[in-house]
């Protein structure tokens, strides 16, 4: 399958200010204004797309490097301690995606709900997880974010809006829906971003719950992360129409480049504030992942090698905050190198503490299934021994 060729990496994010460009060593926490723009135009459908020039700052910039550093890193992690069988199960991993997860976070708050399918460990990491959290639950430690019984597919963080990674397709949008008509009727002014893949779009319950948010302008984004493989399957096999950003129909969209997080952060800002006025849009992410689907997949038997070296040379998310960092003089490069190395450092210390954590105990099993306080009762297969009593 073509991917669309996107422009060189020296004008992925041109600056815009003379005046700051003239400036020598900018202090990495200064908030003074960078103006960039965004390395593609958006597209949209039934709406007028937002401005390609954005603000930034030094100390924008340097927390956008860390944090996708540190996600980057710890899912490549995530893939060793997966060939050392010390995460067990279904594994899907985020890089090359971190601009998503991380734009969006830039846009809103931890009142706003997020919840996605299961390539979920960035986005608990953006909203406010740690990584001992993650690695204990990925190992099924009792310390994980879902206490070592979610795995992989279950990261949660209810006080921080996240709700979760989910495992059947598509079965998350829905439920976001749910999350969204819950806020209107609170009459709250926070959104929720129901966020699915490229694989999910076709899913005749996201239709169904979209119908419902755009009958009672529920304050709902649908993000659909489009990284153009569905497991294995191209987008162009699997769906007639992959302009995804207009399936909604008489619902608006927004087309993003997803490998720019200025360019997510300012669809996400854009998209909040229409939702609140007018009821849901959907975003479509133009993004792509360099792991396979799942730790089962190589990810090589759909598409070349020279597919996948070819985006992480022209689009990778990373590279081209490193860039525009350089390019203002904000960090060296020996400085930026010195980040990564301390992410590793970190990132090991986080798993080595995560092992530390027992594994959950058997009780466990009877817990987080039925409300308390109804006097349920857990019986062995004969219904004659009581093994638990959930008060």
């Known amino acids: 399958m073509a991917l669309s060729t996107a422009r060189s990496i020296n004008h992925i994010l041109k600056p815009l200010s003379a005046a700051v460009c003239a400036m020598r060593r900018l202090s990495s926490d200064s908030t003074a204004t960078i103006t960039v723009e965004t390395s593609l135009p958006f597209t949209g459908h039934n709406i007028d797309t937002p401005s390609r020039s954005i603000d930034t700052s030094p100390k924008e910039l340097m927390t956008f490097f860390n944090d996708m550093a540190e996600m ?4 490549i992690a995530a893939d060793s301690l997966y060939k050392a069988k010390l995460i067990r199960g279904f594994c899907h991993l ?6 998503v997860a991380v734009g969006m976070e830039a846009a809103i708050t931890r009142k706003d709900c997020i919840i996605t ?3 979920d460990h960035c986005i608990f990491l953006g909203r406010g997880g740690n990584l001992v959290e993650s690695f204990a639950e990925l190992m099924g430690r009792k310390d994980g974010c879902s206490r070592g019984k979610g795995g992989s597919m279950h990261f949660y963080k209810k006080e921080s809006g996240f709700y979760g990674g989910h495992g059947i397709v598509g ?4 439920l976001g829906i749910g999350l969204a008509f819950a806020q209107k009727y609170s009459k709250e002014e926070y959104v929720t971003f129901a966020m699915y893949g490229d694989g999910a779009a076709n899913q005749g319950q996201l239709f169904e719950a979209l119908n419902m948010a755009a009958l009672w ?22 769906a007639k129409s992959p302009a995804y950003y207009k399936r909604g129909d008489y619902v608006p969209g927004l087309k993003v480049d997803g490998m720019d997080v200025f360019a997510v952060k300012q669809a996400c800002k854009f998209a909040k504030e229409h939702a609140l006025k007018n009821g849901p849009i959907i975003l479509e992410m133009d993004t792509y992942r360099y792991h396979g689907h799942s730790m089962s997949d190589p990810g090589s038997t759909y598409r070349t090698r020279d ?7 022209e689009r990778d998310p990373i590279e081209r905050i490193r860039k525009l960092i350089l390019a203002h003089d904000i960090a060296t490069e020996k400085e930026l190198k010195e980040i990564e190395k301390e992410k590793r450092k970190i990132v090991d210390e986080a798993i080595a503490k995560a092992k530390e954590s027992p594994m959950p105990d058997p009780s466990e099993l009877f817990t987080n299934v039925y409300v308390k306080g109804f006097g349920v009762e857990a019986c062995g297969a004969d219904r004659k021994e009581v093994r638990a009593t959930l008060t």
């Open 72 to 75: 980057r890193r710890m899912e």
């Open 94 to 99: 985020y890089d090359g995606q971190e601009a």
């Open 117 to 119: 399918a299961y390539r």
């Open 171 to 174: 079965a998350q949008v829905p």
């Open 217 to 238: 302008d529920l304050p709902a984004i649908l993000v659909c992360e489009n990284n153009h493989y569905g497991m294995g399957t191209a987008e162009w096999r699997a």
């Open 307 to 313: 597919e996948i070296s070819g985006v992480r040379q």
